[in-house]
Every structure is written in structure tokens, then in C-alpha cells.
């Protein structure tokens, strides 16, 4: 079974502000997929609850997953 692989690349350039909206969307709904975003530093899962509550991305659990 594969392990789940961080996109670090984007995180790095997530965090020094180099990501595109498109990019950043992605990043978050694979953060978000693989469930990395609930167990990496607080600043992911309260960006990606942001998305989520304003319906950009969805959870497995809103698609029923």
C-alpha cells in the first residue's frame, strides 16, 4: 500500500507566498483528500476548514465519503 506523499513542494511555496489561487486550491483539496490537513500545523486545518465551510472545497464527509 502507497503511503500518502505531502506535496512539500507546494507547502514550501504555500507558505513563502509563491502559489497561485489555482495552485493553492489544489494544494488544499489534496491536503485535504489525503487527510493531512487535520494532522499537519494548525495554520493548514483552519485554512482548509476556511475553504470547506465556504463551500470551495469539499470534505469526504459533504460528498459522503
Not at 7 to 23: G, H, N, T, W, Y
Not at 32 to 59: E, H
Request: with cysteine.
Amino acid at each position: 500500500m502507497k503511503k500518502n506523499v505531502l506535496p512539500m513542494q507546494k507547502m514550501i511555496a504555500f507558505e513563502q507566498c509563491r502559489l497561485s489561487d489555482v495552485d493553492t486550491v489544489d494544494l488544499f483539496q489534496q491536503l485535504i483528500d489525503s487527510g493531512a490537513a487535520w494532522t499537519l500545523q494548525g495554520m493548514y486545518g483552519r485554512i482548509a476548514q476556511q475553504f470547506i465551510q465556504s463551500w470551495r472545497l469539499p470534505s469526504r464527509s459533504h460528498i459522503g465519503l
